[in-house]
């Protein structure tokens, strides 16, 4: 397995690595802190039926994704109501969990990009804005043609960075972009897109493995990225969620990865075994702390709100103080070129 420069140059090899691995699991928290940290994926945008009095119907992560079909005419107000801006909410979450700033894009919704360029005027120290395309179809149903969106795209793309000073593109459900299942196909349906950020040299998001929403699911299996990150190689892609503790998942994500140096996971729902495994194989350097704070995950607390959840998963990773160090905040530094120091 190959070595990463960060070990190297600690002097550890293959044995010292393991048994500061074993050190660290067993020592937890009781090990210095991260200098910063950097949550690399957040939401904003919620309805008022979602914004207050969800604490009986959300407790748990099971309970949030049977919501859609347990509560369908509850669920159902996120397609009829107006979403609100809600960047009060997450800061005050940030700064209950001591999160220093965090990336922000909208949840899923007929919601426009200027909500998030809102936000980060208002908190200019904290928040960090991608945008999103196509993101109302992933709230609904998907359009039988996906040519309206893709014709769309490099004029979004161009607004959101040139107005609207956002950083990055959020998450891209591929399934707004095309009905191809080649990966191929998947690539030629994503150029506009693509197209679109290789100008900026902006970072771009795939989620994989599941979602709350319906539809989909064949894009959760990361192996057609191979193909758009082979064409776009100076374009940084986040494979986000890394597979999402479903471990044939996560192996593809894997394989992806290591074929292309252009992609990233954030650790969005993936558990510290993977978390470990991808930081031996392809570099802490490559790997984003991320909680997918939204107005309807906030309400998960049963065992665990998201924040404590993705602390804990990177702190029972057994990860060396420097590993954290990237996955807490210096790869998203580097991927969003945030020039923090
Ligand atoms: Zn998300």
Known sequence: MKRRNFIKSTGMGAFGSWASLAAGSQMGSSKKGPSRIID???????????????EDKIRTKEDLI???????????????????????DLIAAMDQHGIDKALTQLTAGNIPNDMVAEAVKKYPDRLYGQLRVGQNQVNTAYAESPAAVRARAAEEVKRGVEELGLVAVGTIAARG????????????DLAPIMDAVNRYKIAIEFPTAWTQFRGGLHYGNPAWVDEVAGRYPQVPIILSKMGRSVTFYFEMAMMVAMRNSNVHF??????????????????????????DWSGTWRWVVDPEDVHTR???????????????????????????KLNLS
């Open 177 to 188: 972009f095309t009905r191809e299942i080649h990966p191929e196909k998947i690539a030629d």
């Open 66 to 88: 049977a919501f859609r079909t347990r509560y369908p005419e509850l669920y159902a107000r996120r397609l009829h109501e107006k979403f609100e801006e809600n960047s009060d």
């Open 266 to 291: 954030d650790i969005v729902g993936t558990s510290s075994d993977h978390l470990r495994q991808a930081a031996e194989t392809i570099g802490a350097d490559r790997i984003l702390f991320g909680t």
């Open 40 to 54: 690399a994926h957040t939401h904003l945008g919620v309805v008022p039926s979602h914004r207050r009095g969800l």
């Open 310 to 336: 993705h602390k804990r998963i990177v702190e029972e990773a057994g990860l060396s103080d420097e590993q954290k160090e990237w996955v807490y905040w210096r790869t998203a530094n580097k991927v969003f």
